[in-house]
Structures are given as structure tokens and as C-alpha cells.
T-cell receptor
Framework: SAVISQKPSRDICQRGTSLTIQCQVDSQVTMMFWYRQQPGQSLTLIATANQGSEATYESGFVIDKFPISRPNLTFSTLTVSNMSPEDSSIYLC??????????FGPGTRLLVL | QKEVEQNSGPLSVPEGAIASLNCTYSDRGSQSFFWYRQYSGKSPELIMFIYSNGDKEDGRFTAQLNKASQYVSLLIRDSQPSDSATYLCAVRNFGGYQKVTFGIGTKLQVIP
């Protein structure tokens, strides 16, 4: 497995602002992902963070709203831009190690007022 | 039709009983199956993965896979109050890199 940290762990933001979430892993990993988990719902994949190239976004998610950086094999950021109350959610970073298994960071709990 | 279906529960079982959690999936090309446990306010934690038809046991946990019926289950023997959590079923398709799709999760309550 891998040790994953996320910052911030929680935040309360105003409508129209942006928040950048950081994800740090204790070892180099090829695959890093960003998920959203809204209350009472399952995990939804936002995008795959690719090292050295643009992220791969899932249907319904766009780069202008959720820009992602992946400068190296241990770090990634997700920005939630121009936030609205509908963006209130838990945002999770995950990494894939051997045997195609994914491990999750502790999550960032975001509330947009 | 949802890609990965689970009963959201809650499923209540008495302490010491066997808890049976079920999951069905729609894509016959699915090859890898995972169970995650998520405590309230925490992130998902991998419990088990299974690739082949049949049973896979790890301590008190047994994962069962039936690809013909597109069905995967998780049995928890000797359930403990500490097992009370939401259990997420996740499925990955075959061929190259395919994303993992998660079910909504089943909330398990173990009653002391």
C-alpha cells in the first residue's frame, strides 16, 4: 500500500472562489486519481492525473472547472474553480499500486456557502 | 441500469452473526472486483480483491465471485460492532487501463 496525505482536510469557502487541494504520496506511483463523493452517493471519478501531460477527465467534468496538475510521480493538485454550493462534497485522491488496487487519501471535506 | 448495484441498507445483524453483502454488475467484460470499507467521516479502505470465480478468504472476510451471474458478495463471519460501516463494491473492466466503478455502498450495522 501507500501512505497518502491531503491538504486541506476540510474547508469552508465562499461562492465564486477557488480552492486547491494537494495530494502527496510517500512513494512514486504511476496512476493517481481524483474522486468526488457527495452526500449519500457513491464515489465518482473526476479525472486521472497524468504525470507530464494533461489530465484525463470523465464525462461531466471539465478542465476549466477542475484543473489538475501532476508535476511528478508523488504529487498532484486538484483545483475546484468558481465554486457553488453544488460543489460541496468530499474530494478524494487515490493512487494505484500493484495488482490494480487503489488506495485512498483521507479526503478533503469542502463546504461552499 | 446502474453499472454496479448494491442495496444501500441499512443491513442489521446481531453480533457474532454472518453478514452477507451483495453486489451485481452490468458489464460482462468486468475482470477485477474489490470491496472497500468506509467508516463514517473516513475515506474508503481496501478490504479484499478477487479476480477469479469462486471464494477468496482472508480472516473473517470471504469474497465470492460468480461471473456467469455477474454477482460478487462479501461475507463477514463473527460480525463485530467495529464492522459497522458502509461497504463499497467496485468493479474494473478488462483490457488496458479501465476506470474502477463504485457502487453506492451498503451500510452495515452490527448490533451488540
Amino acid at each position: 500500500s501507500a501512505v497518502i496525505s491531503q491538504k486541506p482536510s476540510r474547508d469552508i469557502c465562499q461562492r465564486g472562489t477557488s480552492l486547491t487541494i494537494q495530494c502527496q504520496v510517500d512513494s512514486q506511483v504511476t496512476m493517481m486519481f481524483w474522486y468526488r463523493q457527495q452526500p449519500g452517493q457513491s464515489l465518482t471519478l473526476i479525472a486521472t492525473a497524468n504525470q507530464g501531460s494533461e489530465a484525463t477527465y470523465e464525462s461531466g467534468f471539465v478542465i476549466d472547472k477542475f484543473p489538475i496538475s501532476r508535476p511528478n510521480l508523488t504529487f498532484s493538485t486538484l483545483t475546484v474553480s468558481n465554486m457553488s454550493p453544488e460543489d460541496s462534497s468530499i474530494y478524494l485522491c487515490s493512487v494505484e499500486t500493484g495488482q490494480e488496487t487503489q488506495y485512498f487519501g483521507p479526503g478533503t471535506r469542502l463546504l461552499v456557502l | 441500469q446502474k453499472e454496479v448495484e448494491q442495496n444501500s441498507g441499512p443491513l442489521s445483524v446481531p453480533e457474532g452473526a454472518i453478514a452477507s453483502l451483495n453486489c451485481t454488475y452490468s458489464d460482462r467484460g468486468s475482470q477485477s472486483f474489490f470491496w472497500y470499507r468506509q467508516y463514517s467521516g473516513k475515506s474508503p479502505e481496501l478490504i479484499m480483491f478477487i479476480y477469479s470465480n469462486g471464494d477468496k478468504e482472508d480472516g473473517r472476510f470471504t469474497a465470492q465471485l460468480n461471473k456467469a451471474s455477474q454477482y460478487v458478495s462479501l461475507l463477514i463471519r463473527d460480525s463485530q460492532p467495529s464492522d459497522s460501516a458502509t461497504y463499497l463494491c467496485a468493479v474494473r473492466n478488462f483490457g488496458g487501463y479501465q476506470k474502477v466503478t463504485f457502487g453506492i455502498g451498503t451500510k452495515l450495522q452490527v448490533i451488540p
